[in-house]
């Protein structure tokens, strides 16, 4: 069956190539992705599937029916893969044929996220007769910061087939060795937190800072001081990553401000590290500014949580996809990735397991190659054929298995 099933998605290689590069020339952002959607919708339009739309977003839910004879008549068992569609607000820097030049970029590689699970539904249309069950196909807007899942989510997206999914997987591309998969039980990635602060003093004339109130000198004491603060408050076998990204003050040189401000993702792998986080940034904004006779404004948004991978789920992907692929392209992390991801709410709901798919380009040495998220990231999609199959195999196979 594993033979049968790579072999097949070798075959639709070239229409999910095409499918991809169509996607990447024209990248949308945010959860408003009319032109992505119409693009699903057509690629799935042949085949015999349930489909619906989403109305908080512009997601594409649908539905396969197993025909195995062992399928229950009412009340099968479903489960659910997912590939997310949208891209960042990047201008694309890359020689690729078919960049985008509308000033986004799909530099995280959602366009073969998406591509990829399209790859997955004809596999799994083809072989329904194994499906002893339902597949839920979740093509979800919003990824990048606009939470997408738990809209989706909140439409019944986990629901879709009928009875709650049993299990949900995703893949997600990465520019390491081609065709490597890696994922682990338990903690897998960070959760994703944004900390902005406005440091209020009062505004005068840049010849006389003896009359005002200068927030700037406060805004700078704060960058190194919440540098300082993750090294010496934060457990170091409790990795916290906090990058400050953004700073704000005025507009003309000879002008001092009347704020200040600062905004810096935080990315966390417990509960305990984000209090911390949280409570150490507001007292020592609070009390930097005090110092500078400024006050503080202080905003700490928990965005994302901890994307954290079912442990018997885990165990049992890894053991199914060396079958697949082979032991040699099967590899089990030793510790968590800091980047985050919203399937993280829907592990949070159902058990399963989001794999990493190494797509680095085997022309580009691995110390040259851009990551996700640069501007001159590329990656190799010969993997939407394997993509396509490691996510209909973990299908087929789960269904099978019996509670």
Not at 61 to 73: E, K, N
Not at 158 to 187: C, F, M, Q, W
Not at 255 to 284: C, M, N
Request: net charge negative; proline share 6%.
């Amino acid at each position: 069956m594993s033979r049968e099933l790579r072999a097949d998605a070798a075959r639709l290689l070239p229409a999910l190539r095409e499918l991809r590069r169509t996607l990447h020339a024209d990248p949308e952002i945010g959860l408003d992705l009319p032109r992505t959607q119409s693009r699903v919708l057509s690629a799935l339009a042949d085949l015999d599937l349930e489909v619906s739309t989403g109305t908080g977003t512009t997601s594409v839910v649908a539905v396969l029916r197993g025909t195995h004879p062992d399928r229950p008549s009412a009340g099968a068992p479903a489960v659910l893969l997912r590939g997310d569609m949208d891209a960042l607000p990047i201008e694309e820097l890359t020689d690729e044929p078919f960049r985008s030049t509308n000033g986004n970029m799909h530099a995280c590689g959602h366009d073969l996220h998406t591509a990829g699970l399209v790859g997955a539904a004809r596999l799994l249309h083809a072989h329904r007769g194994e499906l002893a069950g339902d597949v839920v196909f979740m093509f979800q807007p919003g990824e990048e910061g606009f939470n997408g899942a738990s809209v989706m989510i909140d439409e019944g997206v986990l629901d879709a087939a009928g009875p709650r999914v049993r299990a949900a997987y995703g893949v997600h591309v990465n520019v390491s060795e081609r065709g490597i998969v890696t994922t682990k039980p338990g903690t897998l990635q960070a959760g994703a937190n944004e900390l902005h602060v406005t440091i209020h003093g009062r505004g005068g004339h840049g010849s006389q800072p003896q009359s005002a109130v200068d927030p700037v000198p406060a805004i700078a004491e704060l960058v190194t001081a919440l540098q300082t603060m993750i090294t010496r408050r934060v457990s170091a076998f409790d990795p916290v990553v906090l990058s400050v990204t953004q700073l704000r003050a005025g507009e003309a040189v000879n002008v001092i401000p009347a704020s200040a401000s600062l905004g810096a993702t935080v990315r966390t792998l417990s509960e305990d590290s984000l209090d911390i986080v949280r409570a150490q940034a507001q007292r020592l904004a609070t009390s930097i500014a005090e110092a500078h006779g400024c006050t503080a404004e202080v905003d700490f948004e928990v965005k994302y949580p901890v994307t954290v991978n079912d442990a018997a789920e885990t165990a049992w992907a890894i053991d199914e996809l060396r079958g697949l692929l082979g032991d040699d392209r099967v590899r089990t992390a030793t510790e968590p990735i800091m980047p985050s991801e919203d399937f993280s709410f829907v592990l949070q709901e159902v058990p399963g397991t989001y794999l990493m798919l190494g797509a680095g380009r085997a022309d580009i040495p691995p110390e040259r190659r851009e990551d996700n998220h640069s501007p001159f990231v590329v990656f190799d999609d010969s993997v939407l054929a394997d993509q396509s199959a490691v996510l209909a195999h973990l299908a087929i196979e789960r269904l099978r298995r019996p509670e």
